[in-house]
C-alpha cells in the first residue's frame, strides 16, 4: 500500500536543533563557515543520517554533496531539493540549514511512507554559499552549471589564512565513503526552501512566498594605496593618507546610492587598514563593496558609481586607488512551471503566500540556467537574518517543509 507521505515536524525541529550546535555560538548562532572542519562535520553528519536511511551519498570536485532516494525509472534524471549548510561568521541557524534539512524530511518522508518517485529525488547541500570565508559566494552551484571552475579558485586564501584548494582537498577527503560523481550531472527540476531574511511575510502575516525572481549582486575589493608615515611628524601636506580618501569615498556613496534609490542596497562589510598600527599612518587601506539591485543596468551603474567616487576620493588625497571585481551574479527569474507547482501546492495545503522576489541571492539562481528551479521562502522572526538572533517559528517551518514537500511531489511524481 502506497501512504500519503507526511512532514515529521518533531524530527526537522530536532535537526535542526542538532545541526545548529556544530559550529554552535555562545548566544545561539552559528559560525560554520564554508569549507571549515565545522562545515566538514555538519556534511559528516547529514552523509551518516542518509546512509542509516539507506540513500546513496555523491560528492563533485567541488565538493557539492548529495543523497539520493533511488526512483521506478533511474534513466531519468534526477529532481534535485536542497540548499547550504555553511554559515556567515555570526550567522544564523536557518540560513541554509532549514533548507537542507527541510529537503532532507522531504526524503524520509517519502521512504517512511515507501512512496515511490518516478524520478530520483536528490538532497543537495551546495558548497560555499556565503562566499563570506571564500569569495565568491554560491561557489558550487556556479561550479555545478559551469558558470565557473574548481581551478578558478585556486588561488584564493581566506581571512584567516586557509588556502582553498588545501580546505577543499580535506572537506572532500571527510567523506571518503561519498561516491565521486563529474561536475553538472543532469538534473530535471530544482527547489529550495529558505527564510527570507527581510520582514515582509512576517508583517504581511503571510505563511510563504512564491520567489519568482533574485536580484542581482556584485561585490568589488576596493584598495587605496598611499604612503606609510609617522603620526607624529608628519604634516598634512607630506601625507597620501589611504585612510582619508577611503573614508571620503564611503561617506560619499553612503549619501548618494541608497538614498536616491530605494531598490538599491549598498553594504560595507569588510575595512581594514594595513599596517594597521595605532600611530602609523597606513600605506594601504582595503574594503568590500556588495552592491544589490534587481536591475542589471542599475547594479552596472552604481559600480561605476563606486569606481567615480573612489577615483575622485583618491586623487583628492594624492592616493591611487585598485578595485576588483569578485562576484558578479545578474539578476534572473525563476521557471513559471516551477512557481505554479508552488503556488498550486500552497493552495492545496491552505498555505497564504504572495509571489515576491529575493533581495538576498541563493544558489537556485545559478541552478535556473540548466533546470526548471523556483524557490519556497518563510517568515523569519523581524527579518533578521546573517545574524546570531536569526528565528523562525516552528510553525512556519514545519508549515514551508509540508510546501517543499508537496511541490516536490507535483514535480517528481
Ligand atoms: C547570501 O547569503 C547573500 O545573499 O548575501
Ligand atoms: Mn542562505
Ligand atoms: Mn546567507
Ligand atoms: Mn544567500
Not at 207 to 218: D, E, P
Not at 309 to 322: I, K, N, P, Y
Amino acid at each position: 500500500m502506497r501512504l500519503t507521505p507526511e512532514i515529521n515536524g518533531e524530527r526537522l525541529l530536532r535537526r535542526l536543533s542538532d545541526f545548529a550546535e556544530i559550529g554552535g555560538t555562545s548566544v545561539g548562532g552559528v559560525n560554520r563557515q564554508a569549507l571549515s572542519k565545522e562545515d566538514c562535520a555538519a556534511r559528516h553528519l547529514l552523509a551518516d543520517l542518509a546512509t542509516a536511511r539507506g540513500f546513496k551519498v555523491f560528492q563533485d570536485p567541488i565538493a557539492n554533496l548529495f543523497l539520493r532516494r533511488e526512483g521506478r525509472n533511474p534513466a531519468q534524471p534526477p529532481m534535485l531539493v536542497g540548499s547550504h549548510l555553511d554559515s556567515q561568521p555570526t550567522g544564523g541557524r536557518f540560513d541554509g540549514a532549514l533548507g537542507t534539512l527541510a529537503a532532507f524530511e522531504v526524503l524520509e518522508a517519502l521512504e517512511d511512507a515507501g512512496y515511490d518517485t518516478e524520478a530520483a529525488i536528490e538532497v543537495v547541500a551546495w558548497t560555499n554559499e556565503e562566499g563570506s570565508r571564500f569569495a565568491p559566494g554560491v561557489m558550487g552551484s556556479m561550479a555545478f552549471v559551469g558558470a565557473a571552475h574548481p581551478h578558478d579558485f585556486q588561488s584564493l586564501t581566506a581571512s584567516d589564512g586557509a588556502y582553498f584548494t588545501e580546505e577543499l582537498g580535506a572537506t572532500l577527503a571527510a567523506l571518503p565513503l561519498a561516491e565521486m560523481r563529474p561536475l553538472g550531472t543532469p538534473i530535471s527540476a530544482y527547489l529550495e526552501l529558505h527564510i527570507e531574511q527581510g520582514p515582509s511575510l512576517e508583517r504581511e502575516g503571510l505563511a510563504a512566498g512564491v520567489v519568482t525572481a533574485v536580484q542581482g549582486t556584485r561585490w568589488l575589493t576596493v584598495t587605496f594605496l598611499g604612503n606609510a608615515g609617522h603620526a607624529g611628524t608628519t604634516s598634512l601636506g607630506y601625507r597620501r593618507d589611504p585612510m582619508v580618501a577611503a573614508t571620503l569615498a564611503l561617506s560619499r556613496l553612503q549619501a548618494s546610492i541608497m538614498p536616491q534609490d530605494e531598490d538599491a542596497r549598498l553594504t560595507v562589510g569588510r575595512f581594514s587598514a594595513h599596517p594597521g598600527s595605532i600611530n602609523a599612518i597606513p600605506d594601504k587601506v582595503t574594503f568590500t563593496v556588495d552592491i544589490r539591485h534587481p536591475d542589471a543596468a542599475s547594479v552596472t551603474s552604481i559600480d561605476a558609481k563606486v569606481r567615480a567616487a573612489c577615483e575622485e576620493a583618491a586623487l583628492s588625497q594624492r592616493c591611487s586607488v585598485e578595485i576588483t571585481t569578485s562576484f558578479d551574479m545578474p539578476p534572473g527569474s525563476f521557471s513559471k512551471i516551477m512557481t505554479d507547482r508552488i503556488e498550486a501546492a500552497a493552495q492545496a495545503l491552505g498555505l497564504s503566500y504572495k509571489r515576491m522576489i529575493s533581495g538576498a541571492f541563493h544558489d537556485a539562481l545559478f541552478v535556473a540556467r540548466v533546470a526548471p528551479a523556483a524557490m519556497i521562502f518563510v517568515p523569519c522572526r523581524d527579518g533578521i537574518s546573517h545574524n546570531e538572533a536569526e528565528y523562525v517559528e516552528p510553525t512556519d517551518i514545519i508549515n514551508g517543509a509540508r510546501l517543499l514537500l508537496e511541490a516536490t511531489l507535483k514535480s517528481a511524481r
